[in-house]
Nanobody, 114 residues
Framework: QVQLVESGGGLVQAGGSLRLSCAAS????????MGWYRQAPGKQRELVAA???????TYTDSVKGRFTISRDNAKTTVYLEMNNLKAEDTAVYYC????????WGQGTQVTVSS
């Protein structure tokens, strides 16, 4: 069983930065990949960034060069450093982790004002 708790969302002006954190509580399983999805109003949920247990990362094209995903040594906490934020980054951001199953956090709102 995995529980995910997110923090770090908020309101920021365009060009600003935010850092999201997601801590996983795990029991009897090992987490494979972790990452962040986002969902803007009226749009489908999309993958923003992901990181494997081995440290390989992937990003959606629109955030490359601006966002950085990382993971702690225990591999139970994932971070998303978001720089040069744009209005189109406004969304609810969801933490995601996978073992044999997918697990989701409750979501944290990120609002970028232009």
């Amino acid at each position: 069983q995995v529980q995910l708790v997110e923090s770090g969302g908020g309101l920021v002006q365009a060009g600003g930065s935010l850092r999201l954190s997601c801590a996983a509580s795990v029991s009897r399983v090992s987490i494979n990949s972790m990452g962040w999805y986002r969902q803007a109003p009226g749009k489908q949920r999309e993958l923003v960034a992901a990181i494997t247990s081995g440290g390989s990362t992937t990003y959606t094209d629109s955030v490359k060069g601006r966002f950085t995903i990382s993971r702690d040594n225990a591999k139970t906490t994932v971070y998303l450093e978001m720089n040069n934020l744009k209005a189109e980054d406004t969304a609810v951001y969801y933490c995601w982790a996978t073992t044999w199953y997918d697990y989701w956090g409750q979501g944290t709102q990120v609002t970028v004002s232009s």
